[in-house]
């Protein structure tokens, strides 16, 4: 499947961030990870309080992260999430990338639709994301 959508975020690597080393904690790429797939939402018009108001939480139920080169402190970086796939569920590929371009992290998660009311897990998603990616141009 081709990329459907994407979008990309700055982040300087913060001094709370670090280790004594002054090296990213391995943890805290998720939450990098997790403001790019926020920016991308935000693209669909489909962030979590649209989620919920659409009677649907997208927990995450699979995520891998492949540390190629270590982020350090005082870094700017780029995280880009990409969309690839949606019909079934959120898959999203993540890439953090230094200023050269170098990649520098790779990574992707999974999130399903579960009705609110039910907690039931969708195996389809609902029509909504179908629209909100359709209306964006995915």
């Keep these: 499947m081709s990329d459907l959508l994407?979008?990309?975020?700055?982040?300087d690597i913060p001094f709370y961030d670090v280790d004594s080393m002054r090296i990213a904690w391995h943890g805290h790429y998720l939450k990098y990870f997790e403001r790019a797939r926020c920016a991308l939402l935000d693209k669909l018009?489909?962030?979590y309080v649209q989620m919920e108001a659409s009677g649907y939480m997208w927990p995450v139920v699979d995520c891998?992260?492949?540390?190629?080169?270590?982020?350090?402190?005082?870094?700017?970086?780029?995280?880009t999430a990409t969309l690839k796939e949606y019909e079934n569920r959120l898959k999203l590929e993540y890439l953090?990338?230094?200023?050269?371009?170098?990649?520098?992290t790779r990574g992707y998660s999974i999130q399903v639709a579960v009705a609110i009311?039910?907690?039931?897990?969708?195996?389809?998603s609902?029509?909504?994301?179908?629209?909100?990616?359709?209306c964006a141009g995915g």
């Design 117 to 124: 009311d039910t907690h039931e897990m969708c195996y389809v």
């Design 6 to 11: 994407s979008a990309s975020i700055a982040i």
């Design 45 to 47: 018009d489909y962030n």
């Design 126 to 134: 609902p029509p909504i994301l179908l629209e909100k990616v359709r």
């Design 64 to 79: 891998r992260i492949k540390y190629v080169r270590p982020l350090q402190f005082q870094q700017t970086v780029t995280v």
């Design 96 to 104: 953090i990338t230094d200023s050269e371009g170098n990649t520098l």
